[in-house]
């Protein structure tokens, strides 16, 4: 299957059912079969047969889902990972060395913050906390030894835009390279590296997996030497995709347009009943025209997702109360499955944050909007604040 470069006419469903994943030349099978093998036979010393010698440098499984990434994100090159964080850690190692400076956001996920702050730090990486949001701020920030610019846009848990293009042109004034992690709005309504992006990050996890059933992370980088680059520290670091992993992230990715269509659709009606909910004292989301970042979403995403944040009058108390009184919600840290989720981050994902520049308010709430009937989910939020 052709890439978004040789056809840019080809659409992002089709991309996502066909994309690395031609028929089985064996069977026909049209799905890609799990190659559930650790190591291939060679024909002769040094003889490897399409390229495959041991599951950890290759997997055929594995492959069509990089394929499929790359398309996916228009990038040189896709590479699949155990989780989110071992892209970031693998990201992050192949393109840092001991010295070097990261920029990353005063709000950024708390695993992401955790690796850096507490982990790489101990390696000789230095770090800063700005607000991407704010382009002036990040030119300002940039020093003579920052490798990398951080960004996540839309932000977790406070959901903060950065103006990809806007950063991409201060970050590529020095060498260093911009990465984006695009996991709350997923390659289907923003594509960073047609924006000025370097590599883009996932947490498969979440949106492409879509179904709450795998662990899974990705690195797609814009240069085919990037690529490489990762390719050689993701072999050489061995925290690969699995075979089945994969298979389930590649099925997920074949419904993720329409899966996305739902979830932002029913994010959409979940907004505008907490606007007017008297125990909510503020709403987060990138589809508000009151939003500040809201202009550059508009500009740079095709919708604005189904993540969803917002604080309650009641304070910490309120918070932690309503978080346990839903039904439909399910109290759960993650996101992005089609069953709808609710979380306190200060108690829950950001937890390792807490005492830092990105501690988050205590009051606050965090929904991933699932694809159930809008209906049920109005329901059960109505009765959970009552």
């Not at 991409?168 to 020095?174: C, D, I, L, R, Y």
């Not at 047609?194 to 492409?208: E, F, N, Q």
């Not at 795998?214 to 690529?227: F, P, R, S, Y």
């Not at 029913?266 to 709403?283: D, G, M």
């Amino acid at each position: 299957m052709r890439t978004p470069d040789a056809d840019p006419g080809i659409g992002f469903n089709t991309l996502a059912i066909h994309a690395g994943q031609e028929p089985d030349p064996l069977t026909g099978a049209v799905v890609v079969p799990i190659y559930q093998t650790s190591t291939y036979k060679q024909d002769g010393v040094g003889g490897l047969r399409n390229g495959y010698e041991y599951s950890r440098s290759g997997n055929p499984t594995r492959t069509a889902l990089e394929e499929c990434l790359a398309a996916l994100e228009g990038g040189a090159r896709g590479l699949a990972f155990a989780s989110g964080l071992a892209a970031e850690d693998t990201v992050l190692r192949t393109l840092c060395q001991p010295g070097d400076h990261v920029l990353v956001p005063d709000d950024a996920y708390g695993g992401t913050f955790r690796l850096i702050a507490r982990v790489l730090t101990r390696w000789g990486i230095e770090y800063t906390p700005v607000a991407m949001h704010d382009t002036a701020a990040v030119a300002a920030a940039i020093q003579p030894n920052t490798a990398i610019v951080w960004v996540e846009t839309p932000t977790n848990p406070l959901l903060n835009i950065a103006d990809i293009a806007a950063i991409a042109e201060v970050t590529h004034a020095g060498p260093a390279k911009l990465v984006v992690d695009n996991t709350f709005a997923s390659p289907y309504l923003q594509q960073p590296l047609r924006l000025g992006a370097d590599v883009v990050i996932h947490s498969m996890t979440k949106y492409l997996g879509g179904h709450s059933d795998v662990i899974g992370g990705a690195a797609i980088a814009k240069d085919a030497q990037v690529g490489e680059q990762l390719a050689f520290h993701q072999n050489s670091m061995g925290a690969v995709c699995g075979p089945f992993d994969a298979w389930l992230v590649q099925r997920g990715i074949k419904t993720l347009g329409v899966r996305m269509d739902r979830h932002c659709e029913n994010a959409e009606r979940v907004v505008q009943f907490l606007l007017e909910h008297p125990a909510v004292s503020e709403v987060f989301y990138p589809g508000l025209p009151s939003h500040p970042g809201h202009q550059v979403a508009a500009r740079q995403m095709s919708g604005f997702g189904g993540m969803i944040s917002f604080r309650l009058a009641g304070g910490e108390e309120a918070a932690l109360k309503f978080s346990g009184l839903t039904s439909v919600f399910t109290l759960a840290e993650s996101l992005g499955g089609v069953e709808s989720l609710v979380e306190h981050p200060g108690r829950m994902t950001h937890a390792s944050v807490a005492g830092s520049p990105l501690e988050v308010p205590a009051d606050l709430v965090r929904l991933s909007v699932g694809i159930e009937n809008i209906e049920d989910l109005l329901a059960d939020l109505a009765g959970a604040l009552a």
